[in-house]
């Protein structure tokens, strides 16, 4: 099936530094979503991307969709505490009997130094 | 209001135990659905529902049991399960089946 490769898969960075990660698949997505999960809690959507190449900002994150379709990249700038938390990419399938369900990546878990 | 709503926040059943988990949207979205996620890995889709009919199913095993009530309400029942079935289970709730999800705040289901 689709899969969504997500890295890294792990950042322990320092307070205040920029983050970058980024999702790529083999197949062509028309949509691309990004959550971020706090221990216990549900996935919040931090950004939704429609369009090939579009560029979106939330605060301090900002997410492309590829301009290829097969990808897309989170940044999160001047990171802080809270921004701690497990951040997936996830896109629907669009076909078949498979309509509607969401792909996930693997993840990329962030851990910030105070 | 952007709120899907799960309820109980944690429960630890036996194998033997029956119980339900409730799930509650009032954003006027119709589709649902329910999700199992392991510690540190994605969620992993089990049932859809659209316009308050099944239209996903997972291959999950039976001693789950979704139900549908209204274009508001989700439940899953659950039967006889087993220790490794201990997981966070999320709802969620789009406007369509391929618009963006927002999930509930999950139940940590512990099977003893």
């Known amino acids: 099936g689709q899969q969504l490769n997500q890295s890294p898969q792990s950042m322990f960075i320092q307070e205040g530094e920029d983050v970058s990660m980024n999702c790529t698949s083999s197949?062509?997505?028309?949509?691309w979503l990004w959550y971020k999960q706090d221990p216990g809690e549900g996935p919040v959507l931090l950004i939704a991307l429609y369009k090939a190449g579009e560029l979106t900002s939330n605060g301090r994150l900002t997410a492309q969709f590829g301009i290829t379709r097969k990808d897309s990249f989170l940044n999160i700038s001047a990171s802080i505490p809270s921004d701690v938390g497990i951040y997936f990419c996830a896109g629907p399938l669009a076909g078949g009997t498979s309509y509607g369900k969401l792909t996930f990546g693997q993840g990329t878990i962030l851990t910030v130094h105070p | 209001d952007t709120e899907v709503t799960q309820t109980p926040k944690h429960l630890v059943m036996g194998m033997t135990n029956k119980k339900s988990l409730k799930c509650e949207q009032h954003?006027?979205?119709?589709?649902m659905y329910w999700y199992k996620q392991k510690a540190k890995k994605p969620p992993e889709l089990m049932f859809v529902?659209?316009?308050?009919?099944?239209?996903i199913n997972e291959s999950v095993p039976s001693r789950f049991s979704p139900e549908c009530p209204n274009s508001s309400l989700l439940n899953l029942h659950l039967h006889a399960l087993q220790p490794e079935d201990s997981a966070l289970y999320l709802c969620a709730s789009s406007r369509a089946r391929i618009e963006k999800l927002f999930f509930g705040s999950g139940t940590q289901l512990s099977v003893l």
């Open positions: 529902y659209s316009y308050e009919k099944l239209s």
């Open positions: 954003m006027g979205h119709r589709a």
């Open positions: 197949s062509i997505f028309n949509t």
